[in-house]
């Protein structure tokens, strides 16, 4: 089974200063996607940036950008030029790419991120 | 591009009621996922559906039921509500296709509260 781990329950930063939020899986599936989605207080969970576990370049996404550590099992992303609409609470989520079976999101529990004026 | 849009978005239910989610799948995917969200959690991986049978569940009592339609659209059934079951019900869709499936793309949730 896996899991996910997010070690930071709770994150604040100045607008416009970068952070970081870190993530941890277990798995022993090789082959697999990564993801981070945001979660405003409007609830709408929303897709902030994809990885492909065979890909050793990291994905980036405009102010978004990830570390992806495959050896490690760690997963972080960073937010450059942090905005006041980037307050969220951010999950980290795997998703193995399998043939057969469901295909669940495993979700980690979340770090709530507040950008302060 | 049509997004996943679900109904209704609030709903209050009392113990022991039954209750009927409704989801429609953003265009071209043929796959759903629904996830329940307690307070201050992670979404948890209730069942999947693809080509309207269940390919797929998580550690839910069978009293959680789907169904998938034709369309690709899907509801989520839950019997004999609990207190336990108040949370926010998300619905997920994406394509299969070989067997394998790519990104999740959410709907807004439905909110439900059970008394």
């Known amino acids: 089974a896996q899991t996910v781990t997010q070690s930071q329950p709770e994150m604040s930063v100045q607008e416009a200063e970068t952070v970081t939020l870190s993530c941890t899986y277990d798995?022993?599936?090789?082959?697999?996607?990564l993801f981070w989605y945001k979660q405003p207080p409007s609830r709408q969970m929303i897709l902030v940036i994809r990885?492909?576990?065979?890909?050793?370049q990291n994905a980036t996404e405009n102010r978004f950008s990830v570390n992806f550590q495959k050896a490690a099992k760690s997963f972080s992303l960073k937010i450059s030029d942090s905005q006041l609409g980037d307050t969220a609470m951010y999950f980290c989520?795997?998703?193995?790419?399998?043939?057969?079976?469901?295909?669940?999101?495993?979700f980690g529990q979340g770090t709530r991120l507040t950008i302060n004026p | 591009e049509t997004g996943v849009t679900q109904s209704p978005t609030h709903l209050i239910k009392t113990r022991g009621q039954q209750v009927t989610l409704r989801c429609s799948s953003q265009s071209g995917h043929n796959t759903v996922s629904w996830y329940q969200q307690a307070l201050g959690q992670g979404p948890q991986f209730i069942f999947q559906?693809?080509?309207?049978?269940?390919?797929g569940r998580g550690n839910f009592p069978p009293r959680f039921s789907g169904l998938q339609f034709p369309n690709y659209s899907s509801e989520l059934n839950v019997n004999a509500l609990e207190l336990d079951d108040s949370a926010l019900y998300l619905c997920a869709s994406s394509s299969l296709l070989a067997g394998v499936t790519d990104t999740q793309y959410f709907g807004p949730g439905t909110r439900l509260t059970v008394l």
């Open positions: 989520a795997f998703l193995p790419r399998i043939i057969q079976g469901a295909q669940k999101l495993v």
């Open positions: 798995t022993s599936e090789s082959n697999y996607y």
């Open positions: 990885q492909e576990a065979y890909k050793q």
């Open positions: 559906y693809y080509r309207e049978e269940e390919n």
